[in-house]
């Protein structure tokens, strides 16, 4: 999916700030932050949303959380707290069609989800 920002940033043809890498997940800091620490988490693989995850990708998500885990003790915020999330469609406020987790950290988010 050459016109997927994301599919670019995989194939190295977009420049982005890589903290971490495997054969299944790439991770990069947000372009435009909200957060002290905000990376981005994502399949290799061009999967549109949440909502077009098949049963056979469902670990996939897993190994993405466990990643941004691994991510948020790096960044110095695993004991402080972070908010994972995965918008899925539209009113989701997805805006980016390629799956992908946001880590935020680095601050006292708020109370409220939306
Ligand atoms: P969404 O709203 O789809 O859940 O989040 C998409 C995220 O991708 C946004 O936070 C946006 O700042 C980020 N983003 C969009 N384009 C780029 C890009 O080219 N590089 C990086 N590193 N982040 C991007
Ligand atoms: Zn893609």
């Given at each position: 999916m050459m016109d997927c920002i994301f599919c670019q940033i995989v194939a190295g043809k977009l420049p982005s700030e890589t903290l971490y890498q495997d054969e299944e997940v790439i991770a990069f800091r947000d372009i435009h932050p909200l957060a002290p620490t905000h990376v981005l988490i994502i399949p290799?693989?061009?999967?549109?949303?949440l909502a077009q995850l098949t049963d056979a990708e469902t670990p996939l998500i897993g190994h993405m959380a466990k990643v941004a885990n691994k991510l948020a003790q790096e960044e110095g915020v695993a004991e402080s707290g972070y908010r994972l999330v995965v918008s899925s469609g539209e009113q989701g406020g997805q805006i980016v069609p390629h799956l992908h987790m946001h880590l935020l950290g680095g601050r006292r988010l708020s109370d409220k989800l939306c």
């Open positions: 290799k693989r061009h999967i549109p949303s």
